[in-house]
């Protein structure tokens, strides 16, 4: 596979069997949005957008957070954007919205949860990102970071509906989040599984530690079961069309770096995920190797990857059954 220099040309992964999987890029300003349009993604799943408020004393404006916003948007024109609402605390702090003496950053206060106490950073960043989404030809979709219960859905929702802002969604990094996905995805539109802090979470490992890289390894059968719950909440909140009844499923995109494993990126589809959102340079490779499988191929590699006993094991079962990777 690598002797082949490979490229992507939009339009989404095309299994096998004609299942389609939308590939969106991962960015966090507007070079990097030019540089994914470049790629032919077909649009942005994760515009993290802390850029605008790291290493400053004071706060963006509004009017300063909407021409940003607005140029990122500019690049993709007819495509969905998802914007992830400010990401701060943990291994972001930020001097005017986090506390930086916590004992346990990454189980602070941190994301979302900073909108308790400075409830107007997070709406200031509302108010931009609906005035730049009304200006702009994008399909500008929300969410939240660091959900946990579906009491701060009902709120993060309520906030993006005084402001038209839709789809409004949450990001699943929380083991309490993927277990209550059915619940969560009742009040609110979609859900975007962030598998670096899903799986630090899960397997309680600081994923900046270097020697805890064995457990922040999304292979993990724990996090794939999670992801799994996640895929059958969105099922049963949205009423899946064979189990449930007949409206259509919650979508449920992956932006954490598990999206740009190609070997990950079957198990994730096989899942139940609908789009996968990567560095751009990741498209071509898992574009080519989900075009190697249908979707029922996907579902068993999947349901091996969640039943192996390691992570290691789960993974050799998948690499065997594609042979593109071997
Ligand atoms: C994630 O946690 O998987 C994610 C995409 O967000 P970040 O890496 O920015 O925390
Ligand atoms: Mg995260």
Request: charged content about 20%; aromatic content about 4%.
């Amino acid at each position: 596979l690598q002797k082949n220099p490979l490229t992507y040309e939009g339009g989404g992964a095309v299994l096998t069997d004609g299942t389609e999987v939308q590939l969106l890029a991962n960015i966090g300003n507007a070079q990097d949005a030019e540089k994914a349009a470049a790629a032919h993604a077909d649009g942005v799943g994760l515009f993290r957008t802390e850029f605008l408020f790291l290493d400053r004393e004071d706060e963006p404006s509004v009017e300063e957070q909407t021409t940003a916003y607005a140029e990122v948007f500019s690049h993709f024109p007819g495509q969905k954007v998802v914007v992830r609402t400010i990401d701060a605390g943990a291994d972001k702090p930020l001097p005017f919205l986090t506390d930086a003496d916590e004992p346990n950053p990454a189980l602070g206060v941190r994301a979302y949860r900073t909108s308790w106490e400075k409830r107007s950073v997070l709406t200031n960043q509302l108010d931009a990102i609906a005035a730049a989404a009304k200006a702009s030809e994008a399909t500008v979709w929300v969410m939240a970071p660091m959900i946990s219960t579906v009491e701060d859905t009902e709120d993060f929702a309520s906030m993006c509906r005084e402001r038209d802002l839709a789809p409004a969604g949450i990001m699943v990094e929380t083991p309490s989040a993927a277990i209550t996905a059915d619940r969560q995805l009742a009040e609110c539109d979609f859900a975007s599984i962030g598998t670096n802090d899903l799986t630090q979470y899960t397997m309680a490992a600081d994923r900046q530690l270097g020697s805890l890289a064995h457990l922040n390894n999304p292979w993990q059968p724990a996090v794939l079961a999670l992801v799994q719950a996640t895929c059958t909440g969105a099922r049963r909140a949205g009423g899946d069309p064979e189990a449930f009844g007949a409206k259509a499923n919650k979508p449920v995109g992956v932006c954490g770096e598990a999206a740009g494993d190609p070997g990950l990126a079957v198990v994730l589809v096989g899942l139940g995920v609908n789009s996968l959102s990567m560095t751009p340079r990741s498209l071509p490779t898992v574009a080519k190797v989900l075009s190697t499988v249908t979707l029922e191929q996907a579902k068993e590699l999947a349901a091996k990857a969640v039943a192996a006993r390691t992570a290691e094991e789960g993974r050799d079962a998948v690499r065997a059954g594609l042979p593109i990777l071997g």
